[in-house]
């Protein structure tokens, strides 16, 4: 079982939608949480981070975290053309960031 | 002013070679990383430093060897290059957090192509 999975992509949604991202994770250790964004090319980009239940928002981005259920979302609201990239979860414990395998999502002007 | 920075960008080399990778960052963090990306996209941690101190070393072949001089650099070296390592390497770096959080940052990347 690997460590964080992430639903399966690509995932399309038209311009001005709600993208929706989902995780899980299996150690439940995990102390931390990030999503990062990677364009095609290029390093991955700290988006959001979250640590406590609830929810976390910060601008069009909304990360939402379940640690009962070992979940972790995010959401992008009002999606635009630019956020067209691949979303990657990972779950942090003991220093090591593990990182699941990338949902790449497809924003349709 | 970049954050964390990598060199070379792109390294193209035959198999057998001995190739390096270096890392810098002048964030002031205390712990840094080396990553490999596959032709898959899926991330994976190779080794981490805190304050010059190895404290993560993932199954990762003995030819692969970290080197911190101090703690803004990372270098990594790599004895007999194999076609499997073929890939993109990403170093990053963070600083531990009120809560014990830490946040990573990732330098450009270098582009490892072995032929």
């Known amino acids: 079982q690997k460590e964080v999975e992430q639903n399966s992509g690509p995932l399309s949604v038209p311009e001005g939608a709600i993208a929706s991202l989902n995780c899980t994770y299996s150690?439940?250790?995990?102390?931390?949480f990030f999503w990062y964004r990677q364009y095609s090319g290029k390093s991955p980009e700290l988006i959001m981070f979250i640590y406590s239940n609830g929810d976390k928002e910060d601008g069009r981005f909304t990360a939402q975290l379940n640690k009962a259920s070992q979940y972790v979302s995010l959401l992008i609201r009002d999606s635009q053309p630019s956020d067209s990239a691949t979303y990657l979860c990972?779950?942090?414990?003991?220093?090591?960031?593990?990182f699941g395998a990338g949902t790449t999502v497809t924003v349709r002007a | 002013d970049t954050a964390v920075s990598q060199t070379p960008k792109y390294l193209v080399t035959q198999m057998g070679n001995d190739k390096s990778i270096k890392c810098e960052q002048n964030?002031?963090?205390?712990?840094m990383y080396w990553y490999k990306q596959d032709s898959k996209k899926f991330l994976k941690i190779m080794f981490s430093y805190n304050n010059k101190e190895l404290i993560i070393n993932e199954t990762v072949p003995n030819r692969f060897s970290p080197k911190s001089p101090d703690k803004a650099h990372l270098n990594l070296h790599i004895n007999s290059l194999e076609l499997g390592d073929s890939a993109v390497y990403f170093c990053?770096?963070?600083?531990?957090?009120?809560?014990?959080?830490?946040?990573?940052?990732f330098g450009p990347g270098t582009r490892l192509t072995v032929t």
């Open positions: 990972a779950a942090f414990n003991d220093y090591k960031l593990s």
């Open positions: 990053a770096s963070s600083q531990e957090r009120a809560g014990g959080h830490y946040e990573q940052y």
């Open positions: 964030l002031g963090h205390d712990t």
């Open positions: 150690d439940r250790g995990s102390q931390s």
